[in-house]
């Protein structure tokens, strides 16, 4: 069983950033794909961006592709999430997620995909 637990959230003016990170406890990290969904009130929990076990595949969601970049440290057990140009409608609490995978270039942008869940963190975004 792997354990997730998001922070970095935050209240942050339109146009500034925010690091999160999800932290994994439990087990091999390094055997994991992973990924950051977002759910806004009254929408359905949506992909974000996705990263490979390796880190050496990366894919993004077209409304946060060349603002966010997901990032991995397998030593430390984390995966990151660094946003940038943050706008209005990225306000939203924000998931992480790992499935096991063993394949090199694996990433999953499907919430099945996904069987750990932290339990999120709220970014807010004010104008």
């Known amino acids: 069983q792997v354990q997730l637990v998001e922070s970095g959230g935050g209240l942050v003016q339109a146009g500034g950033s925010l690091r999160l990170s999800c932290a994994a406890s439990?087990?091999?990290?390094?055997?994991?794909?992973a990924g950051w969904f977002r759910q806004a009130p009254g929408n359905e929990r949506e992909f974000v961006a996705a990263i490979s076990w390796s880190g050496g595949v990366k894919f993004y969601a077209e409304s946060v592709k060349g603002r966010f970049t997901i990032s991995r440290d397998n030593a430390k057990n984390t995966v990151d999430l660094q946003m940038n140009s943050l706008q209005l409608d990225d306000t939203a609490v924000y998931y992480c997620a790992v499935r096991a995978d063993y394949s090199f270039y694996g990433y999953y942008t499907e919430k099945g995909d996904y069987n750990h869940w932290g339990k999120g963190t709220q970014v807010t975004v004010s104008s």
């Open positions: 439990g087990r091999t990290f390094s055997s994991y794909a």
